[in-house]
């Protein structure tokens, strides 16, 4: 073992030392230089170098309808900008060399920018896009500096397919830090199907993607999705990407919205709006499915003055979704409920006879009109033939005279029977029904009970209802007496996959009894086929319902501002035996005619047939009676033609084929073999009778009656030229029967 030099290695251990000490020296005094002298210009490169963290926005989910078809989606859309400052740093100088060359760039390839600019835009020229990115490149900045940092390329925003044909030009291709082309997302709102239904589903507002109303808003947190965040981090001169919280793209909604009912819904409410004597400044229609309560069409159009040069245009477009907002006086349509009270609580039945008179009856110092009063009135009418013909004051006589001392059983029975409830409809701006009970000791006009209120109501005045609402209580009577909310939205899914559905609600299993709803399913029926509502109805089916005529108040609340407004309204199901949908049409006009029946009643018509001719489905035994004609026509002409076709369709030939049963199976159709198969034909009841008749190949023979194949080959046959006017079968000819023939002689048939 060696002895140890301490001589040797300490001075070595005290050198390596000192060394230590003098680093860890300048490191510190480095580090309070950084942390003194060189503290704000470092703070200005954190400021540069600091990477924020970036929200991602999700992917809006669609709206569908009811069998998958897209009603509303998302689309990106890009606006575009240059930057013409890409290399400055905010507090540095920017770097020289580099804003120099790109400038160089810019001179170089300016004309074919905006060449490309104008071949992509054609609205504005090559000269217009070079002024204006000429501006932003020599625009003076707060700071003093040159060229704007935000400059539009292009005003508008820009689809995905644009975005990248404007990227591929010279300059823009570059990275955003090079060529300063950079661009600005948004997720615009898209609907293949344009205005239908556009209250319902509901808008965006502009360049943001938060909902403004309808089930936009209802099931915005749904569509929405979650946003994602992401941060970037610079390490040894990279950045790197750290997700902090994943980006989830928003579900899909089904509506119960059917596409083609609704466009039919639409079309058939426009079209009486429009009419002359109609001239209706809002047109309401529901269209819901009885079983389920789902709501297949609803319309909401309103009509608009727009100043134009030429002077004011009318325009229809849907502004607020009124069938579940406007509450407002029902009118008539009430009647139905009023008097659905009365049978269930067993006061009266159908046959209790009103004594109505000269259609005037007074009511507590106030007279109550019926709409005939100036041709006599009804006289004496039974509870049925009231709502037939729709008497107020058969109506009015009945709740008044049976609740006129106990006023609140009547309300009490009217939010027994439904018509009051809050449905919750998930569309923003519903509002619930509004029918008071009787208070005669509060100071809110509106409140107040008078002595008038109880006849008034009965009759669908003094209350407040949506048609959502009323649609609802005649789908219950239609649906034996069940209640169902209404429903706009059957399932949430996503990427393909149903994640939540929303079943059908029962709000009331029974708004009366089974008697009593069985007894006004009838009168609505007779209303509709002997009553005030036969313009609803169809020859094809039978449709049930109610007219409703109201006058309405104005904005202020009065009657009497000297111009009268209506709401006109039809509200019933059909077909009437067998209920599948019922609907209510709602119309609001200035002035007379006003007839809920003769107008409103006329869309719901439309609507029902066109509803119908789209879902029935019948086969022939369906649509055969005892008066259809089953045996078609048959032409004269070649009969074992006609008989083959005839036993395919089993129906019964009879007759004298003679030689011709031959010919069919020998194919022997010369004409000099006597044995031809022409003939004429004749419909029996039983079938149709084939004769035979044979052809003298020199004389013109009867072709009338025959089809004009039939009657083209056998006058060539013949040795004839023969010309054909019109279309159809043979009622004419040039050549008379009978007459010799002459070979090459042109015959003209007359086809009709």
């Not at 790197?240 to 793209?249: A, E, I, N, R």
């Not at 009270?341 to 007279?367: E, K, Q, W």
């Not at 609402?469 to 939205?489: E, L």
Request: net charge positive; charged share 25%.
């Amino acid at each position: 073992m060696s002895k140890f030099e301490s001589k040797k290695v300490m001075p070595r251990y005290l050198a390596i030392a000192v060394l230590l000490t003098l680093v860890g020296i300048a490191i510190v005094a480095k580090a309070a230089y950084v942390m003194t002298a060189q503290k704000d210009y470092w703070k200005v490169v954190e400021k540069g170098q600091k990477a924020d963290s970036i929200y991602n926005k999700p992917r809006r989910g669609n709206i569908l309808s009811c069998d998958g078809q897209l009603m509303a989606s998302s689309i990106p859309e890009y606006k575009i900008y240059v930057d013409f400052q890409p290399y400055k740093i905010r507090g540095q100088e920017p770097d020289t060399a580099k804003v120099h060359k790109l400038d160089t760039l810019w001179m170089q390839n300016i004309d074919s920018i905006c060449i490309g600019l104008h071949r992509i835009f054609p609205e504005r020229s090559a000269a217009e896009f070079k002024k204006r990115l000429e501006e932003g490149r020599h625009k003076v900045q707060r700071d003093g500096t040159l060229g704007a940092r935000h400059w539009p390329v292009w005003p508008k925003r820009i689809d995905y397919n644009t975005y990248l044909e404007v990227k591929s030009l010279p300059i823009f291709s570059l990275k955003t830090g090079k060529g300063g082309f950079h661009h600005e997302l948004t997720n615009a709102r898209q609907r293949p199907f344009g205005s239908l239904a556009s209250r319902t589903l509901g808008n965006l507002y502009a360049m943001k993607d938060e909902a403004r109303n309808g089930l936009e808003l209802a099931y915005d947190s749904v569509l929405r999705g979650e946003t994602g965040v992401v941060e970037y981090r610079k390490v040894l001169d990279r950045n790197l990407k750290f997700t902090l919280k994943p980006t989830v793209d928003g579900a899909d909604i089904v509506t119960t919205i059917d596409v083609g009912l609704q466009d039919l819904c639409e079309r058939a409410v426009l079209e009486e709006m429009k009419l002359p004597d109609v001239n209706a400044d809002m047109g309401v229609a529901i269209l819901m499915e009885v079983a389920t309560g789902d709501v297949k069409a609803i319309v909401n159009m309103e009509r608009s003055l727009t100043e134009t040069p030429e002077g004011n245009r009318v325009t229809y477009s849907e502004q607020v979704n009124r069938a579940v907002s406007y509450r407002c006086e029902p009118g008539s349509v009430f009647k139905v409920a009023s008097f659905l009270v009365a049978l269930d609580d067993g006061v009266v039945d159908t046959s209790y006879v009103i004594h109505t008179g000269c259609g005037i009856y007074p009511f507590h110092n106030r007279n109550m009109k019926d709409h005939n009063w100036r041709r006599g009135g009804y006289g004496d009418i039974n509870v049925a033939r009231s709502l037939e013909v729709s008497s107020n004051v058969g109506v009015s006589y009945v709740i008044n005279r049976f609740y006129g001392n106990n006023p609140a059983k009547y309300v009490q029975g009217l939010y027994r029977i439904g018509i009051a409830d809050d449905l919750e409809v998930p569309i923003p701006g519903y509002k619930k029904p509004w029918i008071r009970m009787p208070n005669t000791k509060t100071t809110n006009r509106q409140e107040y009970w008078s002595s008038t209120t109880l006849p008034w109501m009965s009759i669908g005045y003094e209350t407040q209802i949506a048609p959502i609402n009323t649609v609802t209580f005649y789908n219950a009577i239609a649906n034996n007496g069940r209640m169902m909310k209404p429903r706009f939205v059957k399932a949430v899914q996503k990427d393909g996959q149903v994640i939540e559905e929303f079943p059908p609600v029962v709000l009331r299993e029974h708004i009366a009894k089974p008697q009593t709803i069985e007894t006004m399913q009838t009168i609505l029926e007779h209303v509709v086929s002997q009553g005030l509502g036969r313009k609803a109805g169809s020859r094809a089916f039978k449709v049930a319902g109610k007219t409703g005529t109201a006058q309405i108040a104005d904005e202020k609340g009065g009657y009497h501002s000297g111009v009268t407004r209506y709401w006109l309204s039809f509200a019933g199901y059909f077909p009437a035996d067998k209920p599948k949908y019922s609907c209510i049409v709602c119309l609001r006009k200035t002035g007379m005619p006003a007839s809920g029946g003769g107008m409103s009643g006329v869309v719901f018509h439309n609507i029902a047939e066109g509803v119908m001719s789209q879902n029935v489905r019948r086969s022939v035994e369906d649509v055969r009676d005892s008066t259809s004609i089953m045996t078609p026509d048959v032409l004269d002409g070649n009969i074992l033609a006609a008989e083959t076709v005839l036993d395919g369709l089993n129906i019964r030939t009879s007759g004298n084929l003679g030689e011709a049963a031959t010919a069919k199976t020998t194919n022997a159709l010369t004409l000099e073999s006597g044995t031809a198969p022409w003939g004429k034909a004749a419909r029996q009841q039983d079938g149709v009778s084939l004769t035979r008749q044979k052809v003298d190949p020199d004389v013109m023979p009867d072709v009338s009656n025959m089809g004009a194949r039939d009657a083209l080959f056998l006058l060539e046959s013949m040795g004839l030229k023969v010309r054909l006017n019109g279309v159809g079968r043979v009622h004419g000819q040039s050549i008379p029967k009978g007459q010799a023939i002459v070979p090459g002689a042109v015959c003209t048939l007359q086809l009709n």
